[in-house]
């Protein structure tokens, strides 16, 4: 059982009422500054797509959706969305959305295939966001900026959550610190790359790691991401390759870098075909979503998704996701946890 028990622990709202309010508090706040800060529009999202079309997200194209047949449709085979990076674009080429301007939704998933531990649960919920950008936009500078923006809307979120609550101290930096995957691996080369994440992290408390998917100079990757949708092979100004990248943040409760948010410029009709021949998935260009993506049927944009339970969980300074969301734990994790005052909803 992979979990983290923090010493003395304890839950600083004091009940679960008062964490439940200042949930809600959280996720009112932030979709607010996150839509004034990119000028998003909230829409609705679906939960389940059709299997098949290549609109789903395949996150690390290892992990399996959750897949039933619809009675009323011959059987025709749908799934529950891992998360809406594809979805998302093609909205807003329905839409017709001016570069500039974007979308925002709730995004409610399943991931049967997590490892269940302090961050990852089964259930999955995040405010999935895309934007209309220009060929011109698509660039290192424009990704910086947009993770600023981010940045600053999770700022303004944790200072007004301290005047309702003062016992919620601030504690993210003034800004938010860039550094590309292969710098990581040139400075701490005899760690793994989630050591090298908390000791970048550990320095700056707020740090955006660039470049996440591609290969880097000893052969690995820093993380896993799927050839067709962050665009991970483009070069950027630094001489390095990718446009993407995770927001990670300092977690003073846990001991360690905490990821927030995965984001970044979407692949253009060259970043997916360079993709897919690396990865193999060649086989993808006659699925719908990329067939349309290769004709230029589909607008250029940046996206992403920042986990709502997450950011509750880091600014309401919780041990535990379960603290946050109602999901299903093992008995023995449970139980563990409730020993050591992590009560689970």
Same mark, same amino acid.
């Given at each position: 059982m992979a979990l983290l028990l923090p010493d003395n622990y304890s839950n600083l709202l004091g009940n679960v009422e008062i964490t439940e309010k200042a949930i809600k508090s959280v996720k009112e706040m932030f979709q607010d500054n996150l839509s004034a800060q990119l000028a998003l529009l909230r829409v609705t999202a679906p939960m389940v797509v059709l299997s098949g079309t290549g609109i789903n997200d395949d996150? =690390?194209?290892?992990?399996?959706?959750? #897949?039933?047949?619809?009675?009323?449709? =011959?059987?025709?085979s749908a799934e529950v969305v891992h998360s809406l990076a594809k979805w998302k674009r093609m909205k807003l080429g329905?839409?017709?959305?001016?570069?500039? #301007?974007?979308?925002?939704?709730d995004m409610n998933a399943l991931r049967p295939d997590e490892e269940l531990d302090n961050l990852h649960s089964i259930y999955v919920d995040q405010w999935d966001w895309e934007k209309v950008i220009t060929k011109e936009d698509r660039n290192l500078e424009f990704l910086k900026k947009t993770v600023r923006r981010i940045y600053e809307a999770i700022k303004v979120t944790e200072n007004k959550l301290y005047v309702e609550?003062?016992?919620?101290?601030?504690?993210?930096?003034?800004?938010?610190?860039?550094?590309?995957?292969?710098?990581? /691996?040139?400075?701490?080369?005899?760690?793994?790359?989630?050591?090298?994440e908390n000791a970048v992290v550990r320095e700056h408390k707020a740090v955006f790691v660039i470049g996440i998917g591609g290969k880097l100079s000893d052969g690995s990757v820093h993380d896993g991401r799927a050839a067709d949708y962050d665009d991970w092979s483009t070069a950027n100004s630094d001489g390095y390759h990718g446009l993407n990248g995770d927001i990670l943040l300092w977690n003073d409760v846990l001991g360690m870098a905490f990821e927030v948010s995965s984001m970044g410029i979407r692949v253009d009709e060259s970043a997916l075909e360079l993709q897919l021949k690396e990865r193999n998935?060649?086989?993808?260009?006659?699925?719908?979503?990329?067939? #349309? /993506?290769?004709?230029?049927?589909?607008?250029?944009?940046?996206?992403?998704?920042?986990?709502?339970? #997450?950011?509750?969980?880091?600014? /309401?300074?919780?041990?535990?996701?379960?603290?946050?969301?109602?999901?299903?734990?093992?008995?023995?994790?449970?139980?563990?946890?409730?020993? =050591?005052?992590?009560?689970?909803?």
């Open positions: 996150l =690390n194209s290892v992990e399996r959706p959750v #897949r039933f047949p619809i009675k009323d449709m =011959n059987d025709k329905e839409l017709g959305t001016a570069p500039g #301007r974007g979308l925002y939704t609550y003062p016992q919620l101290v601030p504690q993210l930096p003034e800004d938010i610190f860039f550094i590309h995957s292969e710098e990581l /691996l040139q400075m701490y080369p005899g760690m793994s790359p989630k050591e090298r998935q060649e086989w993808k260009k006659d699925l719908y979503f990329h067939k #349309r /993506l290769l004709e230029g049927g589909l607008p250029y944009t940046i996206g992403g998704g920042v986990g709502q339970s #997450r950011l509750c969980m880091y600014l /309401l300074r919780k041990a535990h996701i379960g603290e946050i969301q109602a999901s299903i734990w093992p008995e023995e994790m449970k139980k563990v946890c409730a020993e =050591n005052g992590i009560l689970l909803v």
